[in-house]
């Protein structure tokens, strides 16, 4: 059994980076993880989303997840953050939500979060690989220690083969390709371990 405390948190309009984030917790879970997902504030106006229905349908699938805080970050030990992309870059929830942790961050809260990340896109081509790594960019201002889940496994190249984390190209009717499942548990188990051996090191 692990003791480890780990936060999936995600952004998602239309449900498919809110599934990446499900998978995650089950992966966590599955070694004995204590495990909280929570989604990031909504910034597009009501109006807007009113107009689209899969995002409006969303929403209110996902009424009662909490919403992320800087005490859920300070509490995890690892992070597992979920985020579409956006012309190549993280969406704008998840920026400000990490751009709101300066406080954390002061305070050296952030140092030693074992963190990894998974993202969607429209197409093989949308700018997974980018959106990733840019969030990695702030993870390496934080000190935290980023865990990619590489050519560690076969599923890997199931889902698509990104060593940065697992990406998932959507159709128009938002559905997963095949695999990503197997890709996302392994990549939650990965961190798991690795957040685990960390936290026993640092106790000796």
């Known amino acids: 059994m692990s003791n480890v405390k780990v936060a999936v948190i995600y952004y998602s309009m239309g449900g498919s980076n809110y599934q990446l984030a499900r998978w995650a917790e089950e992966g966590a879970k599955e070694l004995g993880a204590e495990v909280r ?9 009501q109006s807007v989303i009113d107009n689209n229905p899969i995002w409006k349908a ?4 996902t009424k009662e997840i909490p919403i992320a805080t800087t005490d859920d970050l300070d509490w995890a030990d690892a992070i597992i953050f979920s985020t579409p992309t956006r012309f190549g870059g ?5 920026k400000q939500f990490l751009d709101t942790q300066g406080g954390l961050w002061a305070k050296g ?3 030693n979060k074992v963190v990894t990340a998974m993202t969607s896109a429209q197409n ?14 702030s993870m390496y201002h934080w000190g935290a220690i980023v865990v990619t889940p590489g050519y560690t496994d076969p599923v890997i190249f199931g889902a698509g083969g ?6 998932v190209s959507i159709d128009q009717d938002v ?5 990503v499942e197997l890709a996302v548990k392994h990549q939650a188990k ?12 640092f106790q000796n």
């Open 162 to 167: 990104n060593p940065y984390g697992t990406s």
């Open 124 to 137: 093989p081509h949308g700018g997974q690989e980018a959106t990733i790594l840019s969030l990695y960019t």
């Open 109 to 111: 809260k952030t140092v």
């Open 37 to 45: 997902v929570l989604k990031v504030p909504e910034l597009a106006p």
């Open 175 to 179: 559905k997963m390709i095949e695999d």
């Open 58 to 61: 969303h929403l209110e699938k």
């Open 190 to 201: 990965r961190v798991v371990n690795v957040a685990a051996a960390l936290k026993k090191g």
């Open 90 to 94: 993280i969406a704008s929830q998840m």
